[in-house]
């Protein structure tokens, strides 16, 4: 299993930037799909982002594309959520995920990940 930790999260106005960090522990992180998720209050956990072991393949939601871009440093066992152009509806707590059963890019849904982080709240203001 990995275990994840997330960071930079803030407050920032609309039209700003934020990157989001996500630092992994554990020997199985250069081998798995990493994803970012997030959940605005009374909504649903969604997927934004993910991205393969080797960093070769991204697949975004159609919400972020263009705007958000995922990447990752295996050496660091770090993966990053890059997040322009920033909308008071991309306010929510943002969440890291790690799949160690290297699933297709595009299974995106909540259990297709089986390690969290505890999230990093983004507010966006208008």
């Known amino acids: 299993q990995v275990q994840l930790v997330e960071s930079g999260g803030g407050l920032v106005q609309a039209g700003g930037s934020l990157r989001l960090s996500c630092t992994a522990s554990?020997?199985?992180?250069?081998?798995?799909?990493m994803g970012w998720f997030r959940q605005a209050p009374g909504k649903e956990r969604e997927f934004v982002a993910t991205?393969?072991?080797?960093?070769?393949?991204?697949y975004y939601s159609d919400s972020v594309k263009g705007r958000f871009t995922i990447s990752r440093d295996n050496a660091k066992n770090t993966v990053y959520l890059q997040m322009n152009s920033l909308k008071p509806e991309d306010t929510a707590v943002y969440y890291c995920?790690?799949?160690?059963?290297?699933?297709?890019?595009?299974?995106?849904?909540?259990?297709?990940?089986?390690?969290w982080g505890q999230g990093t709240q983004v507010t966006v203001s208008s």
């Open positions: 995920a790690a799949d160690t059963w290297l699933l297709p890019v595009t299974s995106v849904g909540l259990t297709d990940f089986g390690s």
């Open positions: 991205i393969t072991w080797s960093g070769g393949t991204t």
């Open positions: 554990g020997r199985s992180f250069s081998r798995s799909r």
